[in-house]
């Protein structure tokens, strides 16, 4: 596996205004050292020209599969294999609807087909076209295949309405297109070279991560000071390595990693609802830090003070276990990975918790110093076989080492 130092692009430019947008894209490839070929779209046509692209991009832009002195130059097979990585921006829904159904009758279409590369989308559309159950139906079929489709930005677009499906801004394309092809600096480690091979490509990776809140009353809640970061770090290094990654996050303050199907919650109860809803999975990595407790009554109107002095009694009742609950469903992941928070004898806890709770591994950390909310980890994966303590490190660089071992195991 080689990790490109300049990225080579092939980028496909569908119909649809943010199609400018791609122009601005084209430029942030070309100053951070990747070079672009752009394909044109009858309909990307109808929003910027030809010529802007190759003028941008310095390279030819192509807009026919019946140019025959390409054909023979430049074969469609040809261009959609010289590229690292094919961007299809804006990713319309027709775009993506006929990727998803494996049509080819235009240039753009026929080299997605033909293409050995990983693609990435990014879609752009009105927010009632992204949540049309065709288009969800179509961009989970696209995920399936190993396609990596950026959830669309929310905000104002420009029909006029508000809501999801406006393309994401171009720097965080940029970011996604490094992600992809190694250009990240974490990315040039060895354990980041899974970005480049996929070779969890086919298999369904549930991660669960963040605090989960419980209601008191209306504007009180119980939680704990998990962050999500490295729950958030595993989904994205999943979704590097080529699998279709479902990320239930609790209550947090963090973007979704590109490729990744999220679906929030709140509470501890929301949380088991969703990872149910979400299997069958191959891998499920339980990082979140699901409340113990939840208030037993969650009071319809705020609590107040009487004056009188007297404290309201806080009664608890115990959550669902959604890690336990798992590995005793017919429905267990294949791997089952569960996380322990611990502030003393780490080993030996995480040790008694993967018997207790029936996970195949503990990754068993410290939590008594700055990891929650932190940015680096040190952790201990305890397995069957034996316990293998890892160095402190960032969170996704702990992220990449945990997938590579899920790798390793499912081969
Ligand atoms: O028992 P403890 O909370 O320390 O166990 C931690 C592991 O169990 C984590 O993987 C966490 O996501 C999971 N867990 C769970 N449901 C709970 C409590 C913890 O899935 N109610």
């Known amino acids: 596996m080689t990790t490109p130092t300049h990225p080579r692009i092939l980028l496909i430019v569908g119909g649809g205004i943010a199609a400018y947008k791609a122009c601005e894209l084209v430029r942030l490839i070309r100053k951070g050292g990747g070079s672009v070929t ?29 140019d025959l002195k390409n054909e023979v130059e430049m074969g469609h097979i040809q261009l959609s294999r010289e590229a690292d990585l094919v961007v299809v921006c804006p990713a319309t829904a027709d775009l993506m609807a006929r990727m998803a159904a494996g049509i080819a009758d235009d240039l753009a279409t026929t080299l997605l087909l033909a293409t ?16 049309h159950a065709a288009t969800v139906r179509n961009v989970a079929t696209l995920r399936g295949m190993g396609v990596t489709v950026l959830e669309p930005d929310e ?14 801004e171009p720097p965080a394309i940029w970011d996604a297109i490094r992600a992809m092809t190694g250009r990240d600096p974490l990315a040039a480690q060895p354990d980041f070279a899974l970005a480049d091979h996929r070779p969890l490509y086919g298999r369904h990776v549930l991660v669960t991560a963040g605090p989960t809140h419980e209601p008191i009353d209306p504007v009180r809640y119980i939680a ?4 999500g970061k490295q729950g958030f770090a595993i989904a994205a290094a999943a979704a590097d390595a080529g699998a279709r990654v479902t990320l239930v996050a609790g209550p947090v303050n963090l ?13 501890a ?46 009664a608890l009742a115990e959550n669902p276990d959604i890690l336990a609950t798992l590995a005793r469903s017919p429905r267990r992941p294949r791997l089952l990975i569960g996380f322990a ?22 990754v068993a950390n410290d939590v008594s110093g700055t990891v929650m909310g ?28 945990l997938v590579e071992r899920i790798v390793h195991a499912l081969v």
């Open 38 to 66: 752009c394909v044109l779209t009858d309909g990307g046509a109808q929003f910027v020209t030809a010529m802007t692209l190759a003028a941008l991009s310095e390279n030819p832009v192509h807009t026919t599969l019946w």
């Open 116 to 131: 050995d590369k990983p693609v990435l989308a990014v879609p752009a559309m009105n927010m009632r076209m992204w949540q």
């Open 155 to 168: 905000g104002a677009m420009a029909c006029g309405e508000y809501g999801p499906g406006r393309l994401p």
């Open 224 to 227: 704990n000071r998990s962050s």
């Open 255 to 267: 973007p979704t990693p590109p490729g990744v199907e999220r679906v929030d919650v709140e509470t």
């Open 269 to 314: 109860r929301e949380m088991a609802a969703a990872v149910d809803a979400a299997l069958p999975a191959d891998v499920a990595v339980m990082v979140a830090a699901v409340a113990d407790w939840r208030a037993a009554e969650d009071a319809p109107h705020k609590l107040k003070k009487d004056g009188s002095g007297q404290v309201p009694p806080l």
């Open 341 to 362: 928070a611990e502030t003393q004898e780490v080993v030996t806890h995480g040790q008694a918790k993967r018997l207790r709770k029936g996970a195949d591994w503990i």
């Open 374 to 401: 932190g940015a680096d980890n040190a952790v201990h994966i305890v397995t069957a076989a034996g316990v293998e303590s890892l160095p402190e490190m960032p969170k996704d660089r702990v992220a990449a080492a």
